[in-house]
């Protein structure tokens, strides 16, 4: 210990003053760096106009934000967290603005002003754009350097939109083998007549019809497949013959084909694609996207320039490349590729005389799901909340938000037996009455935001009812539904199927896949959301035995004869399962 009596002067240990006075050692504080920031902070948010109104402002990490003022002011306060502290900043068309604060830099100024500045979005949309590419890694696994939701996109049907086996056969008319099917021959009136029965059919396609046009299968499917401008209706709707194109050069781009083998548009929808979306454009009038402006027609992209990158997502407080769009979150979003009409004449705007074939977006608007105070999303189903509270690994700079919701990527839908399995809620209810039993099934589509089954027409729900003797032999229906030829091996079985049937009005052909064709829709028995479908069946019952009820309701992906001469092999998933037991009288 030091003896200050000893040592009657002024000491300096570790930036503290010593002084004597009367015996005793004070302390003193000395000219230190200011290490904390206070409780309150007061900024100004702005951009090439000047100060900006109604901007969020956030403490990044937390969930503390505020609103600036009329003179784009804003007040702060419950700063907690140790500095630096980041502030971040957003309005519409513009990006995240940022600012870092922290005492302990040395250019730390205490007494200057707090000021975020926006930036504004790119103006135009840059077609000849590169699609992102990071750290020599090309096309969206460069997304998986940073984002743990690249592997569950791998698992989401987006990602094989480009070569999934259903749309490549339907579009080429070949089966998966690679077999070609038949070219269309037309008949004296001009129609399609129907197919060969003396040689080998592999089912319709797109090109067997029309060998001469691509056709605007890639505003959905391949997205990325071109870069000519997506407000321009040519290059996209494929209409044109491959000989006008050629022809036309200086007029027409050369149509967007979703035939790809290579490069980011063998992807499918891709991270970068979805992200670069910065609003969709719907008919006011109906809000639905203008029937000749399916996929990317109907959306707004923001493609940077060179040098410069954005990305949109639903995370107000990141600081790098991006900008905030709600959008993102609601069933909006998935417009574009979730209505499509086909045929008639099309017209500016317009389609005269088309037919709606997917409408799962129009379906949800028309449903109680779409009430903004009750209802819920497509997100909300399809990419329900994750169990994680990050999203960029921690390694590559990322934060922990317990304030977000965070989505999985995976999208379940049609292929999801865990998604068909809690979409519709089964009743069953069976009654001896002499020698008859009566059986009652009730369906109530209770648990899905649009009609069941939906999109594609050649999707169905099978309801399959077997009345069982003690011998497990079928007992004889006296009344009630049977399942059409159409159902496959279901067929001629007590049941009903839910389809939505189109007839192909060239052949005559029903169900039929080649909507693509004129066509008329049949019968459409699916289940729109909320509602109940009741059927009753009243079987043949011996007397003294015992008998049992098996109900099943199977979804399957294709009518049974389109999967066998397209070769597609997915399975039926069971949607519902009941057995119902009666004791012999």
């Not at 003053?17 to 309150?40: C, F, I």
């Not at 900008?323 to 500016?348: I, W």
């Not at 189109?502 to 509602?531: N, Q, S």
Request: with cysteine; hydrophobic share 35%; proline share 9%.
């Amino acid at each position: 210990m030091i003896n200050i009596k000893r040592f009657p002067m002024l000491l300096i240990i570790t930036g503290t003053l010593l002084v004597l006075m009367g015996g005793y050692a004070v302390a003193t504080a000395g000219p230190t760096r200011q290490t904390s920031l206070p409780s309150t902070l007061t900024g100004t948010v702005t951009n090439a106009i000047g100060p900006v109104p109604g901007a969020i402002v956030q403490v990044q990490g937390t969930p503390n934000r505020t609103q600036t003022d009329d003179q784009g002011i804003f007040v702060l306060s419950g700063i907690e967290a140790a500095p630096p502290v980041v502030l971040t900043a957003w309005t519409p068309g513009h990006y995240v603005g940022w600012v870092a604060l922290d005492p302990s830099s040395p250019d730390w100024q205490a007494d200057a002003p707090i000021i975020i500045t926006l930036k504004p979005l790119p103006e135009y949309d840059n077609t000849d754009y590169d699609w992102f590419s990071f750290e020599g890694v090309e096309g969206t696994a460069s997304c998986g350097l940073c984002h743990r939701e690249y592997d569950e996109w791998l698992a989401d049907q987006h990602s094989q939109a480009a070569v999934n086996q259903r749309f490549i056969t339907m579009y080429t008319g070949t089966d998966v083998e690679g077999r070609q099917g038949q070219p269309v021959v037309l008949g004296k009136d001009g129609a399609a007549l129907p197919p060969d029965p003396s040689q080998p059919y592999y089912g319709p396609g797109y090109l067997l019809d029309n060998p001469n046009r691509t056709g605007n299968c890639a505003t959905c499917h391949t997205p990325l497949a071109s870069k000519a401008p997506n407000d321009k209706n040519c290059a996209w709707s494929g209409c044109h013959t491959n000989l006008t194109v050629e022809r036309s050069p200086t007029f027409i781009a050369q149509p967007a084909s979703p035939l790809v083998s290579s490069g980011d548009a063998v992807e499918g929808i891709t991270c970068d694609f979805c992200h670069k979306i910065g609003d969709v454009i719907l008919d006011p009038e109906t809000g639905l996207p203008l029937p000749d402006m399916p996929g990317i027609l109907s959306m707004r992209l923001y493609r940077p320039v060179e040098g410069e990158q954005v990305f949109f997502g639903t995370i107000l407080d990141v600081n790098r490349r991006v900008s905030y769009l709600p959008l993102e979150a609601e069933s909006a979003f998935c417009a574009p590729c979730h209505y499509g009409v086909f045929g008639g004449v099309v017209g500016s705007g317009s389609v005269a005389g088309g037919v709606v074939i997917y409408n799962s977006y129009g379906e949800w608007l028309d449903s109680p799901y779409s009430d903004p105070e009750t209802g819920l999303t497509c997100q909300e189903c399809h990419m329900p909340v994750s169990g994680e509270n990050w999203f960029v690994f921690p390694e590559r700079g990322g934060l922990e938000r317990d304030y977000v919701q965070l989505h999985n990527h995976t999208m379940p839908g049609a292929a999801d037996e865990n998604l068909l399995q809690n979409s519709v809620t089964m009743s069953s209810r069976a009654e001896r009455i002499g020698d008859q039993l009566q059986v009652e099934i009730s369906i109530t589509n209770d648990k899905t935001g649009h009609h069941i089954p939906t999109d594609a027409p050649i999707r169905s729900m099978i309801l399959v009812v077997e009345a069982l003797d003690s011998n497990g032999e079928p007992l004889p229906l006296l009344e009630g539904p049977v399942n059409p030829a159409y159902s496959g091996n279901y067929g001629g079985m007590p049941g009903k199927t839910f389809a939505k049937v189109l007839r192909d009005d060239w052949t005559g052909e029903f169900p039929t896949g080649a909507y693509w064709r004129p066509v008329t829709i049949v019968e459409d028995t699916r289940l729109a959301a909320f509602a109940t479908d009741t059927t009753t069946y009243t079987f043949d019952a011996p007397q003294g035995e015992a008998i049992t009820v098996n109900v099943r309701l199977v979804f399957r992906r294709a009518f049974a004869d389109l999967a066998q001469q397209k070769g597609w092999n997915d399975p039926d998933i069971l949607m519902e399962h009941e057995t119902i037991s009666i004791p012999a009288n």
